[in-house]
């Protein structure tokens, strides 16, 4: 515990921020539609997958930092245990942004 918490703070931290811009771009997301733009749609494709990426990155970055801290088995179960804490917000959000083609036709 008093090497995994420190590591998983730090994780916190960054992790934080990047769920701050992911709410960002939910927001975004939402105001674009009413005037989406080729140009928009592909801003907001793009900052989406980034934002997976950085998250994919952190997630690998931090299971390394456990795994030399509190060895293999303990930062695969912070690997898991995260994993599906993500893939669940993630899957979250998706339920409450409705496809761009339903919104296009309501317009």
Not at 80 to 106: C, G, N
Request: charged share 35%; proline share 3%.
């Amino acid at each position: 515990a008093a090497k995994f918490w420190p590591i998983y703070d730090q994780y916190e931290v960054e992790r934080k921020q990047i769920g701050k811009e992911r709410m960002d771009l939910i927001v975004q997301v939402a105001d674009a539609f009413k005037s989406m733009t080729p140009e928009k749609a592909d801003a907001v494709a793009k900052k989406s997958m980034d934002l997976s990426k950085r998250s994919d990155k952190l997630l690998e970055k931090y299971y390394n930092s456990m795994k030399k801290a509190v060895g293999s088995e303990t930062a695969l179960e912070f690997y898991q245990a995260e994993l599906y804490m993500l893939t669940e917000v993630r899957a979250a959000f998706m339920d409450e942004i409705p496809l761009y083609s339903e919104i296009k036709t309501l317009r």
